[in-house]
C-alpha cells in the first residue's frame, strides 16, 4: 500500500537526550513536511524539504533537526534544546512542493512525552 | 502575512442535524489555494477539498458542501445530516508558497 509511515507511535524523551522520529513515504513524491500539532492549536511548520539533500526552516525550527538523504525519508531529531518538546507530530508529503496547489498528505504521527 | 481564523472551538449536534464550519482567511495573494482537512481520533489528517481561488463556485460531495466567498474571505463547511462518524476535529488551511498554514481546528462532536 502506497503511503506515509511514522514510527514509533508513542515516544518519550528524557531530560538532555535527542530522539528521533521516522517518516517513509512510499508515494514518489518530491516534497516532505514536518509539522507539531499541540492542544487547541492548529499544525505549525518545523521544517520542510522539496529535494533531496535540501531543506527548509519553517516557523518553529528551533530545537529540531532534520535531514533528506534519500527522497522516500525525512527524519526529525527533536534536540535537548527543544524544551518543551511535548506535542503530536505529523509528517507530510506532496508531489511538488514547488507548485502552489499541491495536496499534502499526512501520516498518522508520533506523540511524544518528556519524562 | 497570511492567517486562518477557525472561530469555532468546539461544535456540539445531534446526529442527522446539519452543521455548518466556519473558515476566513487573510492573504495578499491574488492566487491562492484552500484546503478543508478531517482529523479523527486516530490522528492522522485525511484531505477533504482543495479550492482555487479563481474558482467561486461552491461544492457539494455527498453530504459535505463547501461555499466560497472571495468577497468575505471566507470558505466555510457545511455537513448535512450528520453521523457519529463525522466527529473529528475539522482544519482549514491556506497555501502560500509550498507551504501550508492552519487554522486552530474546530472539534465537531455529533451524538447518537
Known amino acids: 500500500d502506497g503511503g506515509i509511515t511514522q514510527s514509533p507511535k508513542y515516544l518519550f524523551r528524557k531530560e538532555g537526550q535527542n530522539v528521533t522520529l521516522s517518516c517513509e513515504q512510499n508515494l514518489n513524491h518530491d516534497a516532505m513536511y514536518w509539522y507539531r500539532q499541540d492542544p487547541g492549536q492548529g499544525l505549525r511548520l518545523i521544517y520542510y524539504s522539496q529535494i533531496v539533500n535540501d531543506f527548509q526552516k519553517g516557523d518553529i525550527a528551533e530545537g529540531y533537526s532534520v535531514s533528506r538523504e534519500k527522497k522516500e525519508s525525512f527524519p526529525l531529531t527533536v534536540t535537548s534544546a527543544q524544551k518543551n518538546p511535548t506535542a503530536f507530530y505529523l509528517c507530510?508529503?506532496?508531489?511538488?512542493?514547488?507548485?502552489?496547489?499541491?495536496?499534502?498528505?499526512f501520516g498518522a504521527g508520533t506523540r511524544l512525552s518528556v519524562l | 502575512a497570511q492567517k486562518v481564523t477557525q472561530a469555532q472551538t468546539e461544535i456540539s449536534v445531534v446526529e442527522k442535524e446539519d452543521v455548518t464550519l466556519d473558515c476566513v482567511y487573510e492573504t495578499r495573494d491574488t492566487t491562492y489555494y484552500l484546503f478543508w482537512y478531517k482529523q479523527p481520533p486516530s490522528g492522522e489528517l485525511v484531505f477533504l477539498i482543495r479550492r482555487n481561488s479563481f474558482d467561486e463556485q461552491n461544492e457539494i460531495s455527498g453530504r459535505y458542501s463547501w461555499n466560497f466567498q472571495k468577497s468575505t474571505s471566507s470558505f466555510n463547511f457545511t455537513i448535512t445530516a450528520s453521523q457519529v462518524v463525522d466527529s473529528a476535529v475539522y482544519f482549514c488551511?491556506?497555501?502560500?508558497?509550498?507551504?501550508?498554514?492552519f487554522g486552530a481546528g474546530t472539534i465537531l462532536r455529533v451524538k447518537s
Open positions: 488551511a491556506l497555501e502560500y508558497g509550498n507551504k501550508l498554514v
Open positions: 507530510a508529503s506532496s508531489i511538488q512542493g514547488a507548485v502552489a496547489k499541491n495536496i499534502q498528505y
